[in-house]
Structure formats: C-alpha cells, structure tokens
C-alpha cells in the first residue's frame, strides 16, 4: 500500500473542481492530470503514441511515430506554403516536392544529401521505380506509403517547412483503421 498523501483544503478544493461528484475519488482526478501531462511531456524513453488525439473524426497523428499507412489514400497536401494539385496528391507526389525543395534550398551536394533520406542518382533513371525530376537534374526511387512519409517528414523536418496531410485508410484487410481520417501536421519552425 503506498502512503498517505496529504493536500491543502485549497489544492483539494482544485481537484474537486474537475472531479465527478459521487463517482470520482481524488486519486482518479491526479489519474486525469498525470495522463494529460504525460500526453503533453513524455519521460525520457517513454513510447510515442502515433495518435495525437481524434477530433472531428479525424485522427491526428505523430507525424515522426506515424501508425501503418499501408491501404491509405491522400486527400489533400500542403508542403513549405504551397498545396499539391489533386493530380500529386499521393504519397510518391508528396516524396517529390520534399524532395524539390530540399534540392532549391540545400546549401552543397552534401546537405542535399543528408537531407533526402531515399535513393536517388544525377540524370536520367527510370528502371527499378525511379522516375526522373527534371527540375532537379536527379532520379529518384518510388517509395511505399510509410517510406514516403518517412522521407518527406525528415526533409521537411530539417528545412523547417509547413507540412499538412489529410489521408484517409481505405475499407480494407491490413489497413490500421479501416474507413477513417487521418491527419500528419509539421508546423513551420
């Protein structure tokens, strides 16, 4: 059994102020508030959850622990101020214009580098997934859904751009929340 603890009649009044009368005792109120702060300032080490919160119907997640996105389709896409046309709006689209504006921004080849965290190579490939971007001279290899997230979130992640992402996971076997909304938010740094 763990100790006694012993509150101020203003720190129990506080509690009481967010407890349900005649169901909550003052250890489910702490409960409550430990859960939120934790939420908000995870311990060093501690799992991140991939679910920020739902609202809305739509689940906002952690865009750097996201959930399987496996059996997910892209609805819409912003990256560094600019939104995709419908056309791009999928995961490989959105890989691309990471990828462009890290390749507009990159100070040297080696920052380019360190910055995209897929293959590429100069010049023209198109063999083995890749697809040419003209724009930046480079090829660079397709990726899955998780794999395009991944790299599009740590480019933008180390340019410090504005990324917003609504998806929605497909009525399908496998997919992690069938029939749902998602949605990844980078703010600008």
């Known amino acids: ?3 006694p603890i012993e509150l101020s009649t203003e720190t129990f009044a506080r509690l009481q102020a967010y407890a349900v009368p005649f169901i909550d005792h003052p250890e489910d109120v702490i409960k409550r508030f430990a859960e939120f702060y934790e939420k908000h300032h995870p311990l060093p080490g501690a799992p991140v959850e991939a679910i920020v919160d739902v609202q809305d119907d ?3 997640c952690n ?3 996201p959930p399987d996105l496996t059996h997910t389709k892209v609805l819409t896409v912003e990256f560094g101020g600019e939104r995709l046309e419908r056309s791009q709006a999928n995961w490989n ?3 691309i214009a990471a990828v462009l504006k890290a390749k507009a921004e990159a100070k040297s ?3 380019f580098k360190r910055i995209v965290v897929v ?3 100069d010049g023209q490939k198109t063999d083995e997934g890749y697809r040419f971007l003209r724009q930046a001279g480079i090829s660079v290899q397709g990726q899955d859904a998780n794999a395009s997230w991944r790299a599009a979130c740590h480019i933008a992640q180390e340019l410090g751009c504005h990324v ?3 998806f929605a996971w497909r009525q399908k076997e496998g997919a992690a929340f069938p029939g749902e909304t998602g949605q990844f938010l980078i703010p600008t740094r």
């Open 1 to 3: 059994m763990s100790p």
């Open 58 to 60: 739509v689940r906002r």
């Open 63 to 65: 865009p750097v622990t």
């Open 93 to 95: 689209g959105l890989l």
């Open 109 to 111: 080849a080696a920052d």
């Open 119 to 121: 293959n590429f190579v």
């Open 164 to 166: 917003l992402v609504n």
